[in-house]
């Protein structure tokens, strides 16, 4: 079963040539940088906002040669499990992406945290939307894609520990499609970033796990961003690359989001 593209022509370009202009200018565009970054972080949403952001995020790891692509996003709906995919591949304007069965067959074989639900991955746009950037720097390579749901901290832990076991010795980039701050008040907006950055940048590795319940009204975002966090390991420190606001009318009132480039370096 291969997931079909449901944000095409709506969050970016459906015409492969188009796109493949658009994702190599915003490359090009993107500031120099060492290139060996194995977590990143980087925005989803309409690629005109985007875009520069989630490539500049990509560039810091595009001197890896990874053997699969391990994508991290928040579900569309409110969920308390790790949810996976029960395609065989994920489609792109380019061509599609085989997803690594074997992977997530041991992580549910690992623990009934990781649950399979196809219906949730179809009505994503998170990972969706990364899926043509990564396609462009890294080829066709096994994907993992993963929605992260809202976990207390000791198991968001046992997550990060069972994603490490199962890809041990594996050289794995990981991905994380997140917003800093949700769509919100600009004043909301701006709290709920400054909260996330404060965070990552204060607590190295498990030390996340006791700061990050203190965060009021956090978007959904922040579990995929924490355990992406975990993966980086405690030895690593994120770099903020990039970060901007988009403001815009949203329920008759001004509404903000937050939008960052981030590499563990």
């Known amino acids: 079963m291969i997931r079909s593209m449901v944000a095409d022509e709506m969050y970016y370009p459906g015409e492969p040539e188009e796109l493949r202009r658009q994702l190599q200018r915003a490359l090009s565009d993107a ?3 060492s290139g060996t970054s194995r977590v990143v972080i980087g925005p989803y949403g309409a690629y005109d906002l985007t875009l520069p952001y989630v490539m500049h995020a990509l560039k810091a790891a595009a ?9 991290l996003a928040p579900p569309n709906a409110t969920s308390s499990r790790v949810l996976l995919p029960e395609s065989s591949a994920f489609a792109t304007p380019f061509g599609e ?3 690594d069965r074997g992977v997530l067959e041991s992580l549910t074989g690992a623990s009934t945290l990781f649950e399979m639900d196809e219906f949730a991955h179809l009505r ?3 990972i969706e939307t990364m899926l043509p950037a990564v396609y462009v720097l890294f080829g066709s ?10 976990l207390p901290p000791p198991r ?12 041990r010795d594996r050289e794995v980039l990981t991905v994380v499609s997140a917003n800093l701050s949700g769509f919100t008040t600009p004043g909301e907006a701006d709290a709920r970033s400054r909260g996330i950055i404060r965070l990552l940048m204060d607590s190295p590795g498990e030390k996340i796990l006791g700061t990050m319940e203190t965060l009021e009204s956090p978007p959904r975002s922040l579990w995929p961003i924490a355990l992406g966090h975990l993966l980086a390991g405690p030895a690593t420190r994120p770099l903020i690359l990039d970060r901007g606001t988009f403001e815009t009318e949203y329920e008759g009132d001004t509404g903000s989001v937050v939008l960052a480039a981030i590499a563990y370096t």
């Open 31 to 33: 500031p120099a940088i």
């Open 63 to 71: 001197k890896l040669k990874p053997s699969a692509i391990l994508l």
């Open 97 to 99: 992406l085989p997803v």
């Open 124 to 126: 994503d746009h998170s």
């Open 141 to 150: 390579l096994p994907i993992i894609p993963i929605l992260v749901g809202t």
């Open 156 to 167: 968001l832990l046992h997550a990060a520990r069972t994603i490490s076991g199962v890809l």
